[in-house]
């Protein structure tokens, strides 16, 4: 009994020797993260404006959505897309499927230990006997143990390890990211919102004043002051008019549908905009003296980590070359009769440890060729990730150095079309000008108007465009 306390002893020294040698090497290549394929700096330019970022401005990864929009309204349609976005939730639950098979990973690395009862009887006849007589048998056995455990001499198990943490890792940048797209998508949809809810206001009143203009020059057509050319002419502008109003309303309920998506729940209880002149002005916000902020971005950290795990995948193809220990050890007590398990005498114990060595498999060399590959395909898509995110942000900063001197120029336009229309009137009134003009003057003013409101939203969207291209909203 003393011996077999021995034995196992020493299988018990073993097995911790081993778990001490799972801190050894990896054959995984150093990681080096690669040099970005874009300008350290920002574009500059005429487009891109030359005025100072506002005192105060922070940059956008550093700023909370709840910061940014100051909007009370906005801020809780928002809220209520993260609680019940489904895609979100999706990008949540795929992070916490994600973690589990890491942990799955992980747990590889140690022994997983065993206890097994088990208990056998048969009968053996008498011409297959070894005694020539006809024999009944009984066998019961405990045994607690370690079933095939492989010892991670070469890292292999260590590298997938390393493969499933930064698969999990990368899939929570995903989910970063969902939430940015999802806060983005919200802010302008609710934008969308407003603005089309601002031209339907526009347009249902150049309809009512239309088809005023249209009754008084009907009056004036059927005592013989008006031609009927002048009449046909303000029946087309409030047609116009008309048609405007219908697509507008359509345009309306289709904003609150897609909204209604995105926020996952009825926008009963939501606060909506009627007009973006109504809204809350965002908050300034900094892009910073260099495109290194862009490396902080949750889909370029999705794409670094996948990166990671594909040269991790490296090391664990590499291993595969070299041979795999495995080890089978375990102590109990056995028995003829199921009484007699615990008795004197009635100890086993089994250590056997096992070593396979490849010697030709040409699986192993394929293997590895397609890791080398795979980890050139996601370099190709970090490095194209990058040069995305600079695009977006280059482009929205083009759009935020010129889109307030498009708006000055377009209210400038806009008042310039109200006081031509004023005048026009006053002089066809008093039989100066042809009804023609009056009509002219209209329809630049209705344009000029419905643009202004294209310029503002442009302007709101591009601000949201340029927090979400930051890295914003997470």
Excluded at 114 to 128: E, F, I, Y
Excluded at 144 to 155: N, R, S
Aim: aromatic share 8%.
């Amino acid at each position: 009994m003393k011996k077999n306390r021995m034995v196992f002893t020493g299988c018990l020294s073993v097995l911790v020797i081993a778990m001490v040698l799972l801190n050894g090497c990896t054959l995984a290549p150093k990681y080096t993260r690669p040099t970005a394929p874009v300008p350290s700096d920002w574009p500059t330019g005429e487009a891109y404006g030359k005025e100072a970022a506002a005192p105060g401005a922070r940059a956008a990864a550093e700023m909370k959505w709840e910061e940014f929009f100051t909007d009370p309204g906005l801020r809780q349609v928002i809220a209520a897309a993260l609680a019940n976005n489904r895609d979100l939730r999706l990008a949540s639950l795929n992070v916490e499927k994600a973690r589990a098979l890491y942990g799955i990973q992980r747990a590889e690395l140690f022994p997983a230990f065993n206890a097994v009862g088990a208990g056998s009887k048969g009968r053996t006849p008498a011409d297959l006997s070894y005694s020539g007589t006809e024999t009944t048998y009984e066998q019961y056995s405990v045994n607690f143990g370690v079933m095939a455990w492989e010892i991670d001499f070469f890292g292999r198990i260590r590298s997938l390890k390393d493969r499933a943490l930064e698969e999990y890792l990368a899939t929570d940048q995903a989910r970063r990211g969902a939430q940015i797209l999802l806060v983005s998508a919200v802010a302008n949809a609710y934008l969308n919102l407003a603005a089309d809810r601002e031209s339907l206001k526009l347009t249902t009143s150049t309809l009512a004043a239309q088809e005023g203009a249209y009754k008084l020059i009907k009056k004036r057509y059927d005592v013989g002051l008006a031609s009927e050319i002048d009449l046909r002419r303000s029946q087309s502008q409030a047609d116009t008019a008309r048609g405007d109003v219908a697509r507008f309303t359509q345009l309306v309920a289709q904003d609150e549908n897609a909204l209604q998506l995105l926020v996952g729940s009825p926008l009963t209880a939501l606060n909506l905009p009627s007009e973006l002149g109504g809204l809350n002005p965002f908050r300034d916000i900094s892009p910073g003296l260099s495109s290194e902020v862009l490396l902080n971005r949750p889909d370029i950290l999705a794409a670094e980590h996948r990166l990671r795990a594909a040269n991790a995948s490296i090391g664990a193809a590499r291993a595969a070359f070299f041979p795999r220990i495995s080890l089978t050890t375990s102590f109990g007590t056995a028995s003829a009769d199921l009484s007699g398990l615990f008795r004197d005498g009635s100890s086993t114990w089994n250590f056997a440890p096992q070593i396979v060595m490849p010697i030709f498999d040409a699986r192993l060399w394929s293997a590895y060729d397609a890791t080398k590959v795979e980890k050139e395909i996601t370099l190709t898509q970090y490095e194209r990730a990058i040069q995305t995110a600079f695009r977006e942000t280059a482009d929205a900063l083009a759009v935020r150095g010129t889109v307030n001197r498009q708006l000055a120029a377009q209210k400038s336009l806009v008042e310039a079309f109200a006081e031509t229309y004023r005048l026009s009137t006053i002089r066809y009134a008093k039989g100066v000008d042809s009804y023609l003009s009056v009509l002219d003057a209209q329809r630049s003013l209705y344009g000029a108007q419905k643009g202004l409101i294209g310029i503002q939203l442009l302007r709101l969207a591009n601000e949201v465009a340029l927090y979400k291209a930051l890295g914003g909203g997470a």
